[in-house]
């Protein structure tokens, strides 16, 4: 499947979410990297909370990996999950991979690229940063180099979403501006890429959801999960922020 085509498979108008939030889960981390726990666990927790679509996105720096050539037992791990759950839950094969330029660079080896159905697309260590740690920018530097590293990503045919707009900058240093959010947002809009709904990242997430439907921008739903409690948190706090809405 193009990249393209796999764009509508694995996000869905922000605007659809008003009317049904999809049951899913697109943001997993697992003992490959920083994880708690395993692929078959997690896709079993989720398969219990009755979702319907889990995505596994390892992280792609090599330096995250737990043991090196990790991809293809990885990937086989993923296949048996999706296996197991056929008819009851999707299970795809996803990546999360940081840009490494300003243009459409991604921490990915061709293998990775090939073999994954889905790809987010993230700003961890902004580039440009030329050995400084995210931490040491100031805010305004830190801004800035989200803010570029958000719009090379919204540009990138590579990916099928923009992983937790904003997070790093706001981890580690400031709060990331509205307006450059909703620029970003209305940039990857043009070019049918989709932005995560982070429950991790994005509080209250049902602001960024506003942002995205005013921008008509295409959504996924990812609770950047590192362990089988924190599964489904991103759904969860949708369907809160929703309920709480005047209709
Ligand atoms: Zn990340
Ligand atoms: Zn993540």
């Not at 697109?26 to 395993?38: I, K, P, W």
């Not at 902004?126 to 803010?147: H, K, M, N, Q, T």
């Not at 509205?178 to 049902?206: F, K, T």
Request: glycine residues 8%; aromatic residues 6%; contains cysteine.
């Amino acid at each position: 499947m193009s990249r393209e085509a796999s764009r509508k498979t694995f996000s869905v108008p922000a605007n659809d979410l008003l009317r049904r939030v999809p049951a899913w889960e697109c943001h997993v981390h697992t003992l490959f990297s920083d994880g708690r726990d395993g692929i078959l666990d997690c896709a079993a927790r989720a398969r219990d909370l009755g979702l319907t679509r889990i995505i596994f996105t390892e992280h792609t720096e090599p330096w995250k990996a737990r043991t090196p050539g990790w991809f293809k037992e990885y990937a086989a791990q993923v296949h048996e999950a999706a296996r197991l759950h056929a008819g009851a839950l999707e299970v795809f094969l996803g990546l999360e991979a940081p840009a490494t330029d300003l243009r459409d660079g991604l921490d990915l080896s061709a293998e990775m690229r090939a073999a994954a159905d889905c790809i987010l697309g993230t700003a961890h260590r902004y580039p440009g940063l030329e050995g400084r740690r995210v931490r040491d920018l100031s805010p305004a530097e830190c801004i800035e180099l989200e803010f570029e590293t958000l719009k090379a990503l919204a540009r990138n045919p590579g990916i099928d979403a923009i992983a937790h707009l904003g997070g790093t900058c706001g981890l580690y240093c400031a709060a990331f501006p509205e307006d450059l959010a909703a620029e970003v947002i209305r940039m990857a809009a043009q070019n049918g890429i989709a932005i995560e709904l982070n429950s991790r990242y994005h509080q209250p997430i049902g602001r960024m959801l506003d942002l995205c439907v005013q921008a008509g921008a295409r959504v996924t739903i990812g609770s950047d999960a590192h362990s089988l409690d924190e599964i489904g948190t991103a759904f969860a706090a949708l369907l809160a922020a929703l309920a709480k809405e005047p209709s």
